[in-house]
C-alpha cells in the first residue's frame, strides 16, 4: 500500500509555537502567584495570577485575536479557585482545590468526546500549527475522540490518587509522591498519545514526516 507522506512542522517550530501559551497561560501566572505570596501573602497571589489571566482574555478581544483553549481553562480553573476561597475565607481550601479541579477537567475531557468536540483536539489548535486539512480527516478525528478518553483517565487518576496521598502522607512524602506520580503518568501518557497518532497515520496510509527549519 503506498503512503500519503504528511509534513509535521520541526520540533523547533513545535516549540516556539507551544511557548507563547504555556507561557501567558501557565507561567505567568503561576510566577505571579509565588511571588505576590511571599510579597502580599494568599489573597494578593490570589488576584494576581486572577488579575493577570482576565488581562490576557480582555487583550486579545481587543484585538480580535483567536482565545486559546488553554487560556479559557486557566482562567475558568483559577476563577473557580478564587471564589471558593473568598466564600469560605479559608486559605487551607485554596490549596485543595487543584485536585478537585483536575476532576473537572477530567469531566470536561470526557463529555466533550459525545458532544463531537474533544478538547485534546483544540488544545492540539492552541499548541501544535497542524495542517487544517489533516485535521479534517475521518481518521484524524476518530483518533482525537480516542487520545481525549485517554487523557480523562490520566486527569482522574492524577486526581484520585493525590487525594488519596492528601490524606495518607505527611506533607513532606505527599509533595514528593505527588509530584513523582503526577510526572510520571504524564510522561507515559504523552509517550502512548504519540504511539497512537503514528500507527492511527500509518493504519490510514498516512506517513509522517518532520519539515526541517528554514534557515535565514
Not at 513523582?180 to 502512548?192: N, P
Request: net charge positive; charged share 15%.
Amino acid at each position: 500500500m503506498s503512503l500519503t507522506t504528511v509534513h509535521l512542522p520541526s520540533p523547533r517550530a513545535l516549540f516556539r509555537h507551544a511557548l507563547p501559551h504555556l507561557i501567558e497561560s501557565a507561567f505567568v501566572p503561576a510566577a505571579l502567584f509565588y511571588a505576590m505570596l511571599w510579597a502580599l501573602g494568599l489573597w494578593g497571589a490570589l488576584f494576581g495570577a486572577l488579575g493577570w489571566a482576565y488581562l490576557a482574555l480582555v487583550r486579545r478581544v481587543v484585538k480580535r485575536e483567536r482565545i486559546p483553549a488553554m487560556l479559557w481553562m486557566a482562567t475558568v480553573i483559577l476563577t473557580a479557585r478564587t471564589a471558593v476561597s473568598l466564600v469560605t475565607g479559608s486559605a487551607v481550601i485554596y490549596f485543595l482545590q487543584p485536585t478537585a479541579t483536575t476532576f473537572l477537567v477530567a469531566f470536561a475531557f470526557l463529555v466533550s468526546v459525545p458532544l463531537g468536540k474533544p478538547l485534546c483536539l483544540r488544545l492540539a489548535r492552541d499548541l501544535c500549527p497542524l495542517d487544517p486539512d489533516l485535521l479534517a480527516r475521518a481518521c484524524v478525528r476518530r483518533f482525537f475522540l480516542s487520545v481525549t478518553l485517554l487523557w480523562s483517565f490520566v486527569f482522574l487518576s492524577n486526581a484520585s490518587v493525590t487525594l488519596w496521598l492528601l490524606f495518607e502522607e505527611s506533607l513532606k512524602s505527599f509533595v514528593v509522591e505527588r509530584t513523582l506520580f503526577s510526572w510520571g503518568i504524564t510522561v507515559a501518557a504523552i509517550a502512548v498519545s504519540v504511539v497512537m497518532f503514528r500507527r492511527t497515520m500509518r493504519g490510514n496510509g498516512i506517513a509522517l514526516a518532520w519539515t526541517r527549519p528554514t534557515r535565514g
